[in-house]
């Protein structure tokens, strides 16, 4: 009888602080980033493998959230066939896969991060279940740098709360191929939480791929992935420290230096909406009054990802209720993750 492997993971989304932006071949990334794993945004794969007799080409059916998709499906089978030499069952079975988000469309929630590391993480079960062995003696390392070869940010996923991505001369551990957990981290930064506060949720008018691909010629490219490489190096010591004040810094002036690359590319672009400033200016006059140390990041579009650590939350979400519920149009309150998840 043919024989069918099952594997299911949840794969959290992240977001990061230093920002990945600009890469060479093969998604390796022209600076280092390091980033915060989420919580309750996620993605699901239930993925099944049959058996089939003829072998000569990889055959996949994807759902997404029960109906059949062909954009996905046509992206995941293309990163299968470049990578099929890893996985030899991929050639002998059928894969199905059914995919679902725990969060909307275009909501600033990085989920090519968590589909990637989900589809990762099954692939690397897979291996395990076919062939008797685990794919590697490091198999969160191995299932990083899968993700990182479908999406590049991905790569972080596969780990808890902080993670690096990208190599720094202070950590010979660290590298562009996989992602590595960052552990060194002081109570103050244990429990973050990240309100994620939509203001626009078309979908994105510049796909992130374009995006990097414009720091190829940019004329600060070269600053950038430096001040970047030392930015990660300085929120390592942030971390171990529980400098909050420092980390509001360089979090803030991150997600700024991301959107000025933007504005300053050769095909200028700008992604911050009118309500993403008032949302800001509002996060600077709370936080000059009260003292609070909250702040704000933003990825690669107008959605605002606002941070407080868990002494502040009540104070932070009334001011959240009161203050900026008006500017947006919908909140995802979001916190730190333990990580990838397998289901059963
Ligand atoms: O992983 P990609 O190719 O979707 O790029 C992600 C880029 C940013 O989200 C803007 C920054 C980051 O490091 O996640």
């Not at 202070?170 to 103050?188: L, R």
Request: hydrophobic share 40%.
């Amino acid at each position: 009888m043919a024989k069918t492997y099952i594997s299911h993971w949840r794969c959290p989304s992240n977001i990061a602080i230093v920002k990945y932006w600009g890469k060479k071949e093969n998604q390796i990334p022209c600076n280092a980033s390091l980033s915060l794993t989420l919580s309750e945004s996620y993605t699901e794969l239930n993925a099944r493998l049959e058996e089939k007799t003829n072998d000569d080409e990889i055959s996949l059916t994807y759902f997404f959230e029960g109906e059949r998709n062909a954009a996905f499906e046509a992206k995941f089978l293309k990163f299968l066939n470049k990578h099929q030499v890893n996985f030899p069952f991929l050639k002998t079975h059928h894969l199905v896969l059914e995919s679902s988000n725990s969060f909307p469309h275009s909501t600033g929630i990085a989920s090519s991060a968590s589909a990637f590391g989900a589809l990762a993480l099954v692939l690397c079960d897979f291996y395990e279940q076919t062939q008797g062995k685990t794919i590697s003696d490091n198999w969160q390392q191995t299932a990083s740098h899968f993700a990182r070869l479908g999406s590049g940010s991905a790569c972080r996923s596969i780990f808890p709360a902080w993670a690096q991505w990208g190599q720094i001369d202070a950590d010979k551990a660290s590298s562009n191929e996989y992602a590595i957990p960052i552990t060194e981290v002081h109570d103050n930064f244990k429990i973050m939480h990240d309100a994620v506060l939509i203001v626009d949720d078309e979908p994105k008018k510049v796909s992130s791929t374009a995006g990097h691909a414009l720091m190829n010629k940019h004329a600060y490219a070269e600053a950038r992935f430096v001040q970047a490489n030392q930015r990660v190096a300085e929120l390592r010591e942030i971390l171990k420290s529980g400098d909050l004040d420092a980390f509001v810094s360089l979090t803030e002036s991150e997600a700024l230096t991301l959107h000025a690359m933007m504005m300053t590319s050769a095909d200028y672009y700008l992604l911050m909406r009118p309500n993403t400033i008032s949302v800001i200016e509002k996060i600077f006059a709370f936080r000059e009054q009260s003292k609070v140390p909250i702040c704000f990041t933003l990825d690669a579009g107008p959605n605002i990802h606002l941070l407080y650590p868990e002494v502040y939350k009540t104070e932070v979400e009334n001011f959240i209720r009161h203050e900026l519920s008006d500017l947006v149009k919908s909140i995802i309150f979001d916190r730190v993750g333990q990580g990838p998840k397998k289901l059963t």
